[in-house]
């Protein structure tokens, strides 16, 4: 039986805002999920494997909030050129969607999850 089934039972408490927001930041900090956290404090017990979260790259976020603002631009610009009654360039196209395997493999890699190493695409 899976550790999931094995749980039945929830347990519900009241905090304050400050108290909440403790609480989120030292899972947060400790890189587990709210009920892996509580449940590692506790009880006392090392938390279960897959209450483990990857860590959050801050930096990495921030660069691909910004590559979401230029693809949007992009975008507003191909659709602008095609509502005009033309065909945006193939070059604009082409680059819009490397612009967005970019962004997916920023995200990725901003999440902790492995992927291949990806270069920025040019502007």
């Not at 989120?24 to 006392?44: I, P």
Request: hydrophobic letters at 35%.
């Amino acid at each position: 039986m899976s550790e999931t089934r094995k749980r039945q039972y929830r347990v519900t408490i009241r905090l304050t805002e400050a108290e909440a927001a403790e609480l989120n930041k030292r899972a947060d900090d400790s890189r587990l999920t709210l009920a892996g956290y509580f449940r590692s404090a506790v009880m006392d017990t090392p938390p279960p494997p897959q209450s483990r979260r990857p860590p959050v790259d801050r930096k990495e976020l921030a660069k691909l909030l910004g590559a979401m603002g230029r693809i949007g631009s992009n975008i507003n610009q191909l659709a602008k050129v095609a509502n005009a009654g033309s065909w945006p360039e193939s070059a604009s196209l082409h680059q819009a969607c490397e612009d967005i395997q970019w962004m997916r493999h920023a995200l990725m890699q901003a999440l902790g999850t492995k992927t291949q190493k990806r270069p920025r695409p040019g502007p």
